[in-house]
């Protein structure tokens, strides 16, 4: 993180802490009103609360001399979770965005804005999937890194598409799972572009227009979005197929499969041969005084094969 942003950061958390700290004071003093110690206590951190609220100001006020129109920023939508955005205007304290993902435009104030973050350099290797700029139209779309260039940019080719394009790892966004790549199920228009009654003819045309433009390029990004859904899905399902097939290719013959032929019989080893065979077994036929009737305490001589 940038040394302004931890900065602000760091003094947003402090002084939660300091007001949190100084509800509880307050609520002893309810029960010991007057206590030296808490009325000493309570006075300091209210000037810890306002010198802290003094800082932030002045910390914000050096962000927003930084940020101008063009910049990319992260921006909170609607739905309270921070996107990557684009600065479009700059009206006091309030900050016109496109939202880089989906196209989505929205305005924003100096709180709701911080910092761009691109993907790190770590996690862009050649497979890897990213969102990346379209100098086209400017947004980022789902793409695959191909290859890293010898000067240092990256080649990636957007899903898809046959488009190509090398570009340098400030214009390349990670894919977060968590975030799992969802669009919403209609177009979310922001606050500032619904139409109110007290808005004019000439308001409620061109915000009738921006939201026009905003549900178009949506239904456009659905489409692409279901397109290349369609696709994963049927290259995941011929992948597999490959890999069954492989598979049965590989399969070792077991020694107790059935016979290839119609002569061979299940159990012998290779199966295409017929069984060992056997000669006819025959009682053995003993000669006069060999081994008959057994004496006193003696057994029966069991019979011997030949």
Not at 31 to 51: F, R, T
Not at 101 to 109: D, I, L, M, P
Not at 248 to 266: C, M
Not at 268 to 297: I, L, N, P, Y
Request: hydrophobic share 35%; aromatic share 6%.
């Amino acid at each position: 993180r940038s040394e302004v942003e931890q900065t602000v950061d760091d003094l947003v958390t402090k002084l939660e802490e300091h007001k949190n700290q100084l509800s509880q004071v307050e609520q002893l003093l309810i029960a010991k009103p007057g206590d030296p110690m808490l009325v000493k206590l309570h006075d300091d951190l209210k000037k810890v609360v306002e010198l802290t609220t003094d800082l932030m100001k002045a910390k914000n006020d050096q962000t927003s001399k930084q940020i101008k129109i063009g910049d990319r920023c992260q921006a909170i939508w609607t739905d309270g979770k921070w996107y990557t955005a684009r600065i479009d205007s700059i009206n006091g304290g309030k900050y016109g965005v496109t939202y880089l993902v989906y196209g989505n435009t929205g305005e924003v104030e100096l709180a709701n804005i911080r910092p761009y973050k691109h993907a790190k350099k770590s996690t862009v290797r050649a497979g890897a999937n990213v969102r990346a700029f379209y100098s086209v139209d400017g947004l980022f779309y789902p793409a695959t890194v191909e290859s890293l260039t010898s000067n240092g940019m990256y080649r990636v080719v957007f899903k898809g598409y046959k488009h190509k394009a090398e570009l340098a790892l400030v214009d390349i966004l990670p894919i977060k799972e968590e975030d799992n790549d969802q669009m919403p199920e209609k177009a979310v228009i922001p606050d500032h572009l619904k139409i109110k009654p007290t808005d004019n003819v000439k308001q409620k045309e061109l915000k009738k227009k921006k939201i026009k433009a905003i549900k178009s390029k949506f239904r456009k990004r659905k489409i692409e979005a279901r397109t290349e859904k369609k696709k994963n899905n049927w290259q995941t399902f011929l992948s597999g197929g490959r890999k069954k097939l492989k598979a049965l290719k590989n399969k070792k013959k077991s020694i107790f499969a059935s016979p290839d032929t119609v002569d061979g019989r299940v159990g012998v080893v290779g199966s295409g041969k017929a069984m060992t065979g056997f000669g006819d077994r025959k009682r053995h036929e003993f000669e006069d005084g060999q081994g008959g009737a057994s004496g006193a305490g003696g057994g029966a001589a069991g019979p011997l094969m030949q």
